[in-house]
């Protein structure tokens, strides 16, 4: 543990009141979507969150039944992407804090459903349970955490949510406030670093209730003072070889595993992290370090008169990376990843980020809405870079009108964008699509064809893209709605007015009963 984290921890546990989670189980759900990657005070979310997390799991009762559940951290776009990583149980804070620190950050927020599933975990128990939510957005799967929070406090179980907004607005906060008031929780802001570890230690620290006071003890001799611990081990990490120790080391983790003689390495004896120092029983270890995505390792024999120091060279480099749709312009839902030339992607996120990754040349891939693109990047030890990339595309915002001036609302009609320039056989491949009014696309620069489709009525329009820039397409149906009733009909069928040569009319739409409707063109009618 760093010295900065144990002494925040130390802090807090001497000055914060006690903690809720006194008695029962508990789960830690864990964001872990990919607005994680956003930065508070220069340094990402989910690092932020990762530290203090592990700052307050180290003064927890061993006795504490606690679980760690995480969403959004295994699939982009995915509702479903929830998991219990740690199940409840007592000492589990070391294995909670290593699968923290393995997560990944990439996914949507369905915190209402992950909160559900945690209440059916803990609901098997039968006695007082609690839910902690850390998260840094609202609820982005159609889902009412409100009504979650009303349905859980009528089940009558004996259960408490409570929810620590990371970086949230007042008015987002609002939103998923309520889950923890309908169940007697609390909801904490925590804006940065502080009071994110704040609002941990509140919720997750079990406090020991105070002892009766005792009554005054008579003067006895002043004891022997006990023998001090002394710290053996304060490992030194290096970008490479000549430089000095890496600045960003906070976010370094060394495992030790005991080394036997026969060069056999075992588990993980004790990890310390950051700038910290730690003691270690006598003998021989294999230190392995991390630092984002590098890696080194060295052997080191460890004493109980002498620190020792072993030089780590992670061979790496540092690149930091921010996007643009246009110059001053930042593009914060902007995909990027960092791959390497087997294709491997060693490092990803969205809109900016910073990134320890081994010396080597990488593609950065980005994408926004349809458009994507690659450019190359080659990383020297010890370097640190820093890259820009503006990605020139444009906004396209289609709406649908029945007739000019008339608006189509709501979200029945389907919106389609394809290439301006025809295939031979004259049909077109869409690139993008979605429906319902307000329909917006990125692409990039160039001509293309969006088409509109309400019921049986289609549209064209044809619009240029040009980097940078946003284009509102008008599509004009030029239709209307034809509501028919017939009693006593098996079945309406809707044709055009005219017939072909052969007295045949083209059949547009067919519904069995007694009343259809349907959007279309001039020119249909129903028989």
């Not at 490092?347 to 910073?354: L, Q, R």
């Not at 609302?409 to 869409?430: C, Y």
Request: aromatic residues 6%.
């Amino acid at each position: 543990m760093s010295l900065r984290a144990a002494g925040l921890a130390t802090l807090f546990a001497l000055t914060l009141p006690a903690s809720a989670l006194a008695e029962g189980q508990s789960i830690i759900v864990l964001d872990g979507s990919g607005s994680m990657w956003g930065q508070i005070e220069g340094r990402p979310k989910l690092d932020i969150a990762r530290e203090a997390l592990a700052g307050v799991l180290q003064g927890v009762d061993p006795a504490a039944e606690l679980g760690l559940m995480a969403y959004g951290h295994r699939e982009k776009g995915s509702c479903g992407d929830i998991e219990v990583i740690v199940p409840p149980g007592p000492g589990t804070a070391a294995a909670i804090t290593e699968a923290a620190a393995g997560m990944k950050f990439l996914g949507k927020t369905p915190l209402t459903e992950a909160v559900r599933r945690a209440a059916v975990e803990l609901r098997a128990t039968e006695a007082k349970a609690t839910v902690i939510l850390i998260t840094d957005g609202i609820e982005t799967c159609d889902a009412d955490p409100c009504a979650l929070g009303r349905e859980l406090e009528a089940s009558g179980v004996d259960f408490t949510a409570h929810v620590v907004g990371f970086g949230l607005t007042a008015e987002e906060g609002r939103t998923v406030a309520c889950l923890a008031e309908n169940t007697g929780g609390r909801y904490i802001e925590a804006g940065d670093a502080a009071s994110l570890a704040e609002a941990l230690q509140t919720t997750v620290a079990v406090a020991e209730p105070e002892p009766e006071p005792a009554p005054e003890p008579e003067p006895a001799p002043e004891p022997a003072p006990e023998p001090q611990e002394v710290e053996n081990f304060d490992p030194v990490l290096l970008l490479a070889e000549g430089e000095g120790e890496v600045e960003e080391v906070q976010g370094a983790y060394f495992d030790l595993r005991p080394l036997a003689a026969d060069g056999t390495v075992g588990e993980v004896a004790g990890t310390t992290h950051g700038f910290g120092s730690d003691q270690y029983p006598p003998g021989n270890y294999r230190v392995e370090a991390r630092l984002g995505e590098a890696t080194a390792s060295a052997d080191v024999t460890l004493t109980d008169d002498a620190v020792a120091r072993p030089v780590m060279i992670l061979n790496a480099g540092i690149i930091a990376l921010e996007l643009f749709i246009k110059e001053g312009e930042p593009a914060p839902g902007a995909y990027f990843e960092f791959a390497a030339p087997s294709g491997e992607v060693l490092a990803y996120g969205y809109g900016s980020g910073s990134f320890v990754l081994p010396a080597g040349d990488y593609a950065i891939n980005t994408r926004l809405g349809t458009a994507d693109a690659s450019e190359p990047l080659v990383l020297a030890a010890g370097e640190r870079a820093a890259r820009d990339i503006v990605l020139g595309t444009g906004l396209a915002v289609v709406e649908a009108f029945y007739a000019e001036g008339l608006q189509v609302e709501g979200g029945d009609h389907f919106v389609q964008i394809f290439p301006a320039k025809a295939n031979l056989d004259g049909s077109r491949n869409d690139i993008a699509y979605t429906y319902g009014a307000g329909a917006q696309f990125d692409l990039p620069p160039g001509d293309y064809l969006a088409r509109a489709t309400l019921g049986e009525a289609v549209a064209e329009s044809p619009f240029t893209i040009k980097p940078g820039e946003r284009s509102d397409i008008v599509v004009v149906l030029n239709a209307g709605v034809a509501a028919i009733t017939a009693p006593g009909a098996e079945g309406i069928r809707f044709e055009t007015a005219k017939a072909d040569i052969n007295g045949n009319r083209k059949e547009m739409g067919y519904t069995f009963g007694e009343t259809y409707q349907t959007w279309g063109n001039r020119g249909s009618s129903a028989s």
